[in-house]
């Protein structure tokens, strides 16, 4: 009597870019979890999916799989030993949200104290409360902006087309 052993299945951990909420990690584990032999599973918070795949499945569709859905894929990086100067960490990656965030916050105070308090209120101060709103609208929000037409151009509603619909929309009643 002779046994076969059952093909051995491979796991693997990627790192997943381009999430924005729960919504897209519960996207990509479904797409992936679509393939033939294969079980996936994706943290949001961690940006990472373990992947459990068998043969006739290569990590290379995998990360096709994930890019045709709208996000980035790869597989980690070995840790390195010491952390170099000039490298990249968490503090650089939220440079860029941090100077959206206190540019909209350096031009908003101003339009909301123009809109509330009736003192601060001149002739035409409408059209300098357009001009100061705008860049909160478009640089600011721009990342919303980006995933809600990323997932408009996969067949998806997440929480960045309601923030980007809901700014724009404020935005073009103002105007």
């Known amino acids: 009597m002779t046994t076969q052993a059952a093909p051995a299945s491979t796991e693997v951990e990627l790192r997943i870019g381009g999430m924005t909420c729960a919504s897209c990690a519960a996207r990509i584990e479904k797409k992936l979890n679509r393939m033939d032999g294969v079980t996936a599973s994706v943290n949001y918070a961690t940006e990472k999916a373990r992947v459990e795949f068998g043969p006739g499945t290569g990590v290379a569709d995998l990360i096709a799989t994930v890019e045709a859905t709208g996000y980035t894929a790869a597989l980690p990086e070995p840790p390195a030993a010491a952390p170099e100067a000039g490298g990249a960490g968490p503090a650089d990656e939220l440079t860029p949200l941090r100077q959206r965030l206190v540019t909209a916050v350096a031009l908003a105070v101003p339009v909301i104290a123009m809109a509330m308090v009736p003192a601060l209120q001149f002739d035409n101060w409408q059209w300098l409360s357009l001009t100061l709103a705008a860049p909160v609208v478009t640089y600011a929000a721009w990342p919303f902006h980006r995933a809600a037409w990323t997932n408009a151009r996969h067949g998806a ?19």
């Open 157 to 175: 509603a997440t929480m960045d087309t309601l923030v980007s619909l809901g700014t724009l929309a404020a935005f073009g009643w103002s105007v």
